[in-house]
């Protein structure tokens, strides 16, 4: 089974998240509108809008799941209604304006990398002046937890296995986020809106806010519990905010501290939260305080977490005098391939005729292609319904 299958059977089963959407589709979306479903998965929140009234609802996706998506839209009679466009919503050209842009990529704390960014062009492109973005603002929560298991995650590190030292991957789990669904009764502190991202009228840079959280109870903090809350509409706000009546089936972040820090009621934790959209890096600053005392101070960022090896870190440097490989002359020959005269068949052999060595069979030559060409082919716009 493919797990991108199974992921969107998750988003299908989670009712709190399917009726906040039909609550705000219905609110927004009017008779004969135009709609764009960005990242549309199984096209849902478009059949939803069809079912709202939109005369047209252009689907993209880049996921391979437009497939499945089409004969769903047939399937329910709705096929001359959407039209699927597979490929990064960046390099769609749309026939016409849109009046709405229906999108669900805010992952688990209001971010997933290249999301706001494409929301951002979506916006910019697609949008006719006075359109709905749904979501409209999307919010940032963070509050102060306690939790030795989810903590043990970071710590595993510590440990001697088979009597090996294992130790010096420990710093990248300290800077790394965990996704897990807490309970109220984990929090230090209640939650704080620490910032907000406006789509209908900000941009993709970067994402900053801090709060001051006054611990309610005496206990050991280990990090920082992290989650959203998006304005789908005036009146609909879809949120993962542990212990909300209409949460819905999305696990929160944990964003571990470098080392516990034993707090009492009364103690202070001030965040500073930055967040980068376009690569999903994020960086909290954390700082416990018992009155005028500093009990722990810590910086870290999923940038520290990330593994890159030694030859990406010598391409980057700024002294490095970087040759093209034989991998990047297949690519150039495809791209100079793709004239609008040969067809992909053509450039598929052509490629395997010039780089024998490169691959052992035509079809892997063919995935090549393939994978070259949907990174770099410009999509022209479909035609109108």
Do not use: K
């Amino acid at each position: 089974m493919s797990l991108l299958i199974d992921e969107h059977r998750q988003f299908l089963q989670d009712r709190a998240r399917l009726d906040a959407f039909r609550r705000a589709i219905s609110e927004v979306v009017r008779p004969g509108a135009v709609v764009a479903d960005l990242g549309s998965g199984t096209g849902i929140l478009g059949l939803m809008a069809c079912r709202a009234g939109a005369a047209r609802v252009y689907s993209v996706d880049d996921s391979g799941m437009t497939g499945p998506a089409r004969r769903i839209a047939r399937d329910n009679g709705l096929a001359g209604r959407i039209r699927f466009l597979d490929g990064h919503s960046t390099r769609i050209v749309l026939p016409e304006p849109v009046d709405v842009i229906v999108s669900d990529i805010v992952g688990r704390i209001g971010f997933l990398a290249e999301g706001a960014e494409a929301l951002v062009d979506a916006r910019d492109r697609w949008l006719r002046p006075g359109g709905a973005m749904m979501p409209a603002v999307v919010h940032t929560w963070l509050a102060p937890v306690e939790h030795d298991g989810l903590y043990g995650q970071v710590d595993f590190w510590q440990r001697a296995i088979d009597g090996f030292d294992m130790s010096a991957v420990r710093e990248g789990a300290a800077n790394t986020g965990y996704p897990h669904a807490f309970s109220t009764g984990d929090l230090l502190s209640p939650g704080t809106d620490v910032l907000a991202c406006d789509y209908r009228a900000g941009d993709a840079a970067l994402a900053r806010g801090e709060a001051t959280f006054v611990a309610t109870r005496p206990g050991t903090l280990h990090g920082l519990a992290a989650w959203f809350a998006a304005e789908l509409s005036p009146n609909v706000v879809l949120t993962n905010a542990p212990g909300a009546p209409d949460r819905i089936a999305r696990r929160n972040a944990f964003l571990p501290v470098e080392a516990p820090v034993a707090l009492h009621a009364g103690d202070t934790v001030h965040v500073a939260l930055v967040i980068r959209p376009v690569d999903f890096v994020v960086t909290w600053m954390v700082t416990c305080r018992r009155g005028a005392r500093q009990l722990a101070a810590f910086r870290q960022s999923t940038l520290n977490g990330m593994l890159v090896v030694r030859q990406q870190l010598a391409g980057a440097a700024e002294d490095a005098t970087p040759t093209l490989n034989v991998w990047a002359a297949a690519r150039a020959t495809v791209l100079s391939l793709c004239d609008g005269h040969r067809t992909v068949r053509e450039i598929e052999r052509a490629v395997f005729e010039r780089h024998p060595a490169l691959f052992a069979a035509e079809s892997r030559a063919q995935v090549f292609v393939a994978e070259v060409i949907s990174r770099y082919a410009d999509v022209p716009p479909p035609p109108a319904f």
